[in-house]
């Protein structure tokens, strides 16, 4: 018996037996005819719901190429929970540092450099993951090293003073500066207490 018929005990209702089991007639053209159009509007409408499927995704999609040898940001896949790149929580960044593309496989993935901290991270990227880098002269910082203490932290130091105040209360009256810290921005400044 055929397979069909051994699980669901009843013989399969294939365009070979339409007719109830153990009733065998001539098929009539009609109902050929009818089984064809059928079949011919069926693949019209799914064809017709792919184009417009096809649309809307095309929308979002641009042909983008990269230069091998040019930099590019690699995208941190939107996983909850999931260490990204050295990065979590919800204020970690979309993107990561420039990378530069070492070599171009097929039209959609490119072979980047990672970092060493990225080691467990795989180096051939789809092209989704990756954003245009556009050089500016002025994203290259001077900066000085940190010299960092055994317990990774390290010791602040004024650099210059930026303003200073003086608060009243009932009876007293406090003398403040604005103090800039060596490799901090002018933003990052904080107010302290005036040594006397």
Known sequence: MAPYEALFWRMCRSPIHWDEVNERREFVPDLIMQTVELVVKIRDRMKAAQSRQKSYA???RKEI????GGNVFVKVAPMIGVMRFGK?????????E??????RFGTLAY?????????????????????????NPS?????????????????????????????????KVIHM?????????EEEATWKLRPT
Not at 65 to 68: C, G, I, L, Q
Not at 88 to 96: A, Q, Y
Not at 144 to 167: A, H, K, V
């Open 98 to 103: 420039p990378l530069e593309i070492l070599e």
């Open 88 to 96: 979590k929580g919800k204020l970690s960044p979309k993107f990561i």
């Open 111 to 135: 072979r980047v450099t990672l970092s060493p901290m990225m080691a467990g991270v795989h180096n051939v990227l789809h092209i989704s993951m990756l954003q245009k880098y556009m050089s």
């Open 65 to 68: 190429e990269f230069v091998v």
């Open 139 to 171: 994203h290259a910082l001077n900066y000085e090293p940190l010299q960092l203490i055994l317990n990774m932290s390290y010791e602040g130091r004024p650099m210059q003073i930026l303003d200073r105040q003086e608060r009243k209360l009932q009876n």
């Open 58 to 60: 095309d929308t979002r």
């Open 177 to 185: 500066i604005k103090v800039m810290w060596l490799n901090h921005l």
